[in-house]
């Protein structure tokens, strides 16, 4: 993912959870915020519980990879908030790359 495409400001970060478009599934929550420019933005989010900071990093690289080859399932007029579900911890790379494309279709 480039750093043209990545959500860092906080502020952000948080309006686009506030808006209130979200889908889910055992894997994932995907906040979806509409917006004017033509480049999508993503930000991942992984919580404390889900593991020591290890098992979190390399959440966030397979989710961030997910997001690279499957940029095109996503409408490039909207920002993402990736949040992973505990579940995510013990499933392989394959699994949660096919989980994420059913939700994407699910959203559309």
Do not use: H, W
């Amino acid at each position: 993912m480039k750093k043209e495409n990545i959500v860092k400001d906080n502020k952000y970060f948080n309006e686009i959870i506030q808006n209130n478009n979200f889908i889910k599934n055992k894997y994932y929550v995907i906040y979806i915020m509409k917006k004017e420019s033509a480049k999508p933005k993503f930000g991942v989010a992984v919580g404390k519980k889900i593991g020591n900071a290890v098992i979190r990093n390399k959440i966030k690289r397979r989710i961030r990879n997910i997001i690279t080859t499957n940029i095109s399932l996503f409408p490039t007029y909207n920002d993402y908030i990736i949040v992973a579900k505990k579940f995510c911890k013990d499933e392989k790379y394959d699994k949660l790359n096919v989980e994420m494309q059913k939700l994407l279709r699910k959203g559309e």
